[in-house]
């Protein structure tokens, strides 16, 4: 009986890694498919230039991680991009050096997220809703801010952040796996991590057992800020210039990766290992698609049909399961 | 000796409803207390002032003789009071060592869990509340509603407090579960703990209580020292009169088959399970915690993919929860808040729900109609709500119970399944509940009745299944049932050399 | 009543009423246009009260509506679509409001005037800029505007009617980035990798020019391709200066807006206007860079 | 004891009635507010130009409402309203009659939305993914249909459906009226609304009960597909041209109306009647916005703000209640 016990343990186990991994083994094919579509694909050039691009997707999906895992959403993601970048730009133009208006950049992306956190938290406010108002509210801002003109950087310095290496290897690829490490750690090992899975499994429960369930959200928020405003850096630095439309419909570029890696939209389950596949899954098949040189007018059905092959050969693996 | 805790002319109301009209309550040191009450007396709001969910509209509250008001769930923890609420608090996607330390995790660093210490102080908790088979690490989700309970016991017992809540906590225990869970009582009890126990079983009041408090439709009825009164003196106190027989004369079955169960099998679940019903005929079904009933309950409700195995109903096969309803099978879930009711839909849609299709062949609802069936039904079930169009979220525990019940009665099935379906519920309304099931199967009805309560089983049971890890262990016509051999079968009875 | 408003607006501009209605003002090009406008109609004192459609023609059909609500006595259409914007033409007919449309024509109802580049002619100028660059022969990639916008198209459409003339050189890939700087900065790079040999870019605006700088300085590969864009906005011209761009065409969007009010004024002094004013496009390399105007000093 | 049951009776429906206005009353407060704001606002002319205006999102937004209450979302429904009004008007051109046409574009609609249905409910994907699949999908072969190009169509007849008038009131808005009455009425008395509750409400329970949820969702995204390409109509008439871009981004418009109008994003709880208030608050903010002459830098701001001011009210109202 112990060894029966035993075995059904084992088995189980093995499930569970499945199960953790399905995207991966998705991702894995996409992979093998590009490579056989594409001698550019699988190149070491060609794959830097795509974890670089996809970079700021997945820095602002793991925040977008951090928020849905508390059962919310974050719409407002992309304009927070676009006036943090805005105003890194308009405070470098005005004379100041890189590193501060970095920090001023960083400390707004904070502050706006920390705005949605309290509406959601406080206002009791639906987070779907209350991020779109956010949303609309900082994409006029920028408007007013930058006039509608883009604003050009001209420190070369902060030409470092999107197009530096370490090491040949792409700075922002750097900074989003240093991100990733950091928020897998912290979602796996402090009370703050395991406080976003409670609140996204049982908000009620979570707030029965003593958890401060306002703070941690507007915490969360707050880091979905930071994230953005990070990735308004990489993407402002890329272009030296920030644009008024940066970010626009990012927001449900990294839902959706989100979604693929597996986290449930409803809270509580997920993880960034799974958001990060996610986003090079997209990442990939948009290179691909260019590398191949596919018409436009198809590009949009073949990317709509691979993602939805993903999830549906997704879902079906995790029925295996049952 | 002062009061531990002391509660006085507590009143609450919700919106313009009064549910608690002045009442008195206390627990001394050492002192188990059992509030009694039918459903929706009061019980669990009352306790749900003490733990900071609910504020009293008015009335004081004492500890150790010194007035107190009770901020937020936080604050009752800090005041020495902990709560196991008659509804889950657990979150399922969270690991089994979590929930119970949930807030308050054992830290290192600050902020930094230490997982060690954490699963070592879970497993000495699982132990102590007599849970084996269950991992710290496991998640809340593979747990069956009987170990959820006893993981409730464990978080519980976790805070060390000097007041012990316990909202029916053995309404889905077992007799040897209850009975650990009984003597964990009196060995805290003699710890010095005061304990609030709320059951409806008596006989767990007359094993440990020391005092019991009645409660009735909201009022303060009285406090009696168990030494002094009866079983029957508690049950006049609840039900304001007397309750002479619990069980009605059994139906003797009809010769028609039913229901035929061959071989069946569902992967990691079940094993070559076999068994026929009979028209008219109650088959009880026993085990122990985990041992498959429910997922037997499931399996013939179309719920689970079955391996191999054939599952007969009056000739027709089923193989989907459609099917099976149309078949003629109702089955009533022991989880009534995930797969029960409808928390968000009113009491009245709640009831009609199986019954839509019925109802209507157009597909457009006829109001009057709707009416009757469930004024019926709010009636003969004595489902204690004002009005009938609230939301079920605002029943109490039992009421919601008998809504899934009422639902299912309703539909005439041929078949009807119930997983623990005095779950929670009163006395009073048991014998009601006893009383239609009688008069089911005198109408040629044939019942599954699940249950973990050995008398309802012994009381109202023509023949008794016993399962023991996924297979019929054996099977005892009623005149030879006896609660031992139901124990030998359900412990492996003479299959127990071939399982392991 | 129409009439007496207008004249008494003779004498003071200022009790003129005047609609602009933008196609969208997230795009320096389309804002240009408006400063021109505003700036035009402050200084002639035009009461100017503009909307902005975010690109979307539904929404500019019912910007209009709102519009003409307001007793206007002149509407500016920035159309989003030809096609669509008739439909806003003819309802500003029926009310008796005069049109002008500008940037993109409107293909219906009677428009006053246009003022406009026009958008084909400007991809046959980069066409023919590079194929004379070039030589003749060469390996091009085509940036595409956001396809479904009438200059996305046209502008497209000039560019490659006329290198489908020319033998030798190879239109290689044809992506759009949908007239954003972020987007082409991706595409290009995307089109770096899979192509080892690129003789010249064409991008179909500036913003998308400058985006695809980026990616192919990063690349080091700026020597090997000649960079073409289209608009003439500030950073492209200081691009050419430093020599990194080899041209743009220019169409200031300043004037139009500048010209329109010009035109607007005419129209509501009932003196008579040209029914299609074209400003110049003109190609903008090295050479003249210094010369070109793109505002009003 | 009757006549204090009865008391109560009443105490509850007055609240219910109250919990289910509220947002009307934050609309009759807006409305109030741009009375005062400017002369032109109410006026028999604009009050019919903005309920005109806002017909299309609104007939979009009832359904959304619907694949909302199942605990679903639809964000493909700009796209279906592209490719359906590009059909139509490619059919049109075609030379098939225009009633015709209409039909042919329904039915599209429908189509479309049950494969949106059969997706989520046979793949058990979830449905915030595979709409997102299938808006990217539909987008694209809107532009392979069009080649990027509008349709113009010639067909003087097919102007009254967005432009024409019944007894001087716009059918547009005699369209919208009557698939809110009709929608109102499935989801009150029939059981096919009953099952969509239940189903946002707990979707185990309702599978134990015997509903058919896999039928019922199919059915509400075809409803939702329907829906949109009726509004394809009306926008596709308006402007008597399909447009490649139509309908780019109505899918947050619409959800925006659904949840300012109270009905949950969880699903299981709201209705119609909140939906139709919703998009009128946010066509109203338009049009008086316009009417103001507000600087279109600023209304964006100007908007955001006051639909979070529309939420924060709502949300502390509900929570007066208890
Ligand atoms: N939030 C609420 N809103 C309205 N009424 C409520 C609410 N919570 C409880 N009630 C009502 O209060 C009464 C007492 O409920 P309570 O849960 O305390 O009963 P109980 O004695 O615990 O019953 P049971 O034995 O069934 O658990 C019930 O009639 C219930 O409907
Ligand atoms: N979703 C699940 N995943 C994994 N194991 C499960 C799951 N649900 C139930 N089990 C396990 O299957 C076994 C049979 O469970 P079942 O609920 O049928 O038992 P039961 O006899 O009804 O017991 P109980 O008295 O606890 O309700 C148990 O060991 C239980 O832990
Ligand atoms: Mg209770
Ligand atoms: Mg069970």
Redesign the pocket.
């Known amino acids: 009986m112990e060894k029966q016990a035993e075995d059904k343990q084992r088995w189980v186990h093995m499930l569970l890694l499945l199960d953790k991994y399905r995207v991966l083994i998705i991702f894995l094919a996409l992979i093998l498919v590009a490579s056989l579509l594409s001698d550019a694909f699988f190149t070491a050039s060609n794959l830097l230039n795509v974890f670089r691009q996809v970079s700021i997707v997945a820095i602002v999906s793991v925040g977008m991680t951090l928020v849905i895992l508390t059962a919310g959403i974050d719409l407002s993601v992309g304009s927070v991009m676009a006036f943090t970048g805005a105003v890194a730009a308009g405070v470098i133009t005005a004379g100041v050096a890189f590193p501060i208006a970095i920090l001023i950049c960083m400390a707004i992306g904070v502050l706006m997220g920390a705005v949605n956190g309290l509406i959601v938290a406080k206002g009791a406010v639906p987070a779907f809703i209350a991020t779109l108002a956010v949303m609309v509210i900082a994409r006029g801002m920028t408007l007013v801010y930058t006039q509608g003109n883009p604003i050009v950087i001209s420190d070369p310095g902060f030409r470092f952040i999107g197009g530096g290496s370490v090491f040949g290897i792409p700075f922002p690829i750097i900074l989003m796996l240093l991100i990733f490490i950091i928020m897998y750690w912290v979602l796996k090992h402090t009370t703050f991590g395991r406080y976003i899975y409670a609140i996204g499994g049982n908000e009620e429960a979570a707030r029965l057992a003593g958890i401060s369930v306002n703070k941690v959200k507007v915490a969360v928020y707050a880091l979905a800020g930071l994230f953005a405003s990070i990735s308004a850096l990489i993407y402002t630095s890329r272009l030296m210039s920030a644009q008024p439309n940066a970010g626009m419909g990012i927001e449900l570029d990294a839902i959706a990766a989100v979604i693929i890696g597996g986290t449930r939209l409803t809270g509580g389950k997920g993880g960034v290992t799974g958001t990060i596949i996610g986003a090079l899954i997209m990442g990939v098949l948009d290179n691909i698609l260019n590398l191949m040189n596919v018409s436009p007018f198809y590009q949009d059905i073949a990317k709509g049909i691979v993602i939805l092959v993903a999830v549906l050969v997704d879902s079906k693996l995790a029925k295996l399961k049952k | 000796m002062g009061h531990l805790l002391e509660m006085r002319d507590i009143k609450?109301s919700?919106?313009s409803?009064k549910?608690?009209k002045g009442i008195n309550f206390s627990v001394k040191a050492g002192e188990i207390v059992a509030l009694l009450?039918?459903?929706?007396?009061?019980?669990?709001?009352?306790?749900?002032i003490l733990a900071g969910v609910?504020e009293p509209t008015d009335g004081k509250i004492f500890l150790n003789d010194k007035e107190v008001s009770i901020d937020g769930p936080k604050h009752s923890q800090e005041l020495g009071i902990s709560i196991i609420h008659?509804e889950f608090n657990l979150i399922p996607d969270l690991t089994v060592a979590e929930n119970i330390f949930l807030g308050r995790e054992q830290q290192g660093v600050r902020g930094i869990i230490s997982w060690k210490a954490m699963h070592t102080e879970t497993n000495e908790l699982l132990k102590k509340v007599g849970l084996k088979n269950v991992s710290p690490t496991q998640l809340i989700a593979d747990c069956s509603v009987a170990q959820r309970q006893l993981i409730e016991i464990a978080k519980a017992l976790s805070f060390e407090s000097d007041v012990l809540i316990m909202?029916?906590p053995t309404a889905t225990l077992n007799n040897e579960d209850t009975q650990t869970l009984l003597n964990l009582m009196k060995a805290l009890s003699d710890e010095g703990l005061g304990i609030i126990f709320?059951t409806?079983r008596l006989e767990e009041v007359v094993k440990v209580a020391d005092r019991i408090v009645v409660?009735r439709d909201?009022e303060y009825i009285g406090s009696e020292l168990v030494a002094n009164v009866t079983k029957d003196d508690m049950v006049t106190m609840m039900v304001g009169r007397d309750i002479t027989d619990l069980f009605p004369e059994r139906t003797t079955p009809q010769e028609e088959v039913v229901l035929e169960v061959a071989d069946l099998s569902v992967r990691n679940r079940l094993y070559d399970v076999s068994f026929k019903v009979k028209k008219g005929e109650i088959l009880g079904v026993a085990g122990l915690l985990g041992s498959g009933k429910t997922d037997l309950s499931k399996a013939l409700f179309g719920l689970h993919k079955r391996q191999s195995g054939s599952i007969s109903m009056l000739g027709q096969d089923v193989e989907t929860p459609k099917e099976a309803i149309d078949a003629g099978i109702a089955l009533v879930t022991d989880d009534r808040k995930s797969e029960g009711v409808i928390l968000d839909l009113s009491v009245y849609e709640n009831l009609l729900m199986p019954f839509y299709r019925r109802i209507s062949k157009t597909g457009i609802l006829n109001k009057t109609k709707m009416d009757q069936i469930v004024d019926k039904w709010i009636n003969d079930l004595k489902i204690?709500?004002?009005e009938p169009h609230?939301e079920v979220?605002?029943?109490?525990?039992?009421?919601?119970?008998k809504v899934v019940l009422g639902k299912w009665l309703q539909m005439n099935p041929k078949l009807l399944i119930l997983n623990e379906p005095t779950r929670?519920?009163?006395i009073g309304a048991k014998t009601e509940i006893y009383k239609i099931m009688k008069d089911l199967t005198n109408e040629g009805i044939a019942i599954i009745l699940i249950s973990s309560e050995m008398p309802e089983l012994l009381g109202m049971a023509n023949r008794i299944a016993v399962m023991h890890e996924g297979r019929i262990s054996g099977e005892l016509p009623i005149e030879e049932a006896t609660q031992e051999k139901i124990f030998y079968y359900a412990t492996g009875g003479d299959t127990h050399g071939k399982t392991s | 009543e129409e009439a007496s408003s207008n004249a008494e607006g003779e004498e003071s501009g200022d009790s003129y009423k005047v609609g602009l209605a933008m196609n969208t003002l997230n795009n320096p090009f389309f804002v240009d246009l408006k400063d021109g406008a505003e700036e035009t109609a402050e200084a002639e004192g035009l009461n100017l009260v503009v909307t902005d459609s975010q690109g979307d023609p539904g929404k500019q059909m019912s910007d209009v509506e709102n519009l003409l609500q307001q007793n206007l006595d002149l509407l500016i259409l920035n159309p989003v679509d030809s096609d669509a914007a008739a439909q806003a033409v003819v309802l500003a007919n029926e009310r008796g409001v005069p049109v002008i449309t500008v940037d993109r024509q409107a293909s219906g109802g009677d428009v006053v005037s246009h003022i406009g580049f026009d958008a084909l002619r400007s991809g046959t100028i980069a066409a023919t800029y590079v194929e004379e660059v070039l030589g003749g022969s060469g390996n091009v990639v085509e940036i595409q505007g956001i396809l479904g916008t009438n200059v996305g198209r046209d502008r497209s459409q000039g560019f490659n009617d006329h290198l489908e003339g020319v033998d030798g050189i190879n239109i290689i890939a044809k992506q759009s980035a949908n007239f954003d700087r972020g987007q082409a900065l991706s595409v290009m790079e995307d089109i770096l990798q899979a192509n080892k040999e690129i003789d010249a870019v064409y991008a179909a605006n500036d913003e998308m020019v400058m985006g695809a700088l980026s990616a192919i300085e990063s690349a080091g590969r700026l020597d090997e391709i000649k960079i073409i864009g289209t608009d003439a906005i500030d950073p492209a011209l200081d691009a050419i200066r430093e020599g990194r761009l080899s041209a743009t065409i220019a169409e200031p969007p300043y004037f139009l807006g500048r010209e329109s009010i010009h035109t607007a004024l005419q129209v509501l002094a009932d003196e008579s206007v040209e029914e299609l004013i074209l400003l110049e496009n003109t190609l903008v390399t090295e050479e003249n860079v210094d010369e070109i105007e793109t505002r009003s000093k």
């Open positions: 609450k919700f919106s409803i549910v608690l009450g039918e459903n929706g007396a009061g019980k669990s709001t009352l306790m749900k609910h008659q909202d029916e709320i409806h409660l909201g204690k709500v004002h609230v979220r605002t029943l109490s525990g039992g009421n919601q119970q929670g519920i009163d």
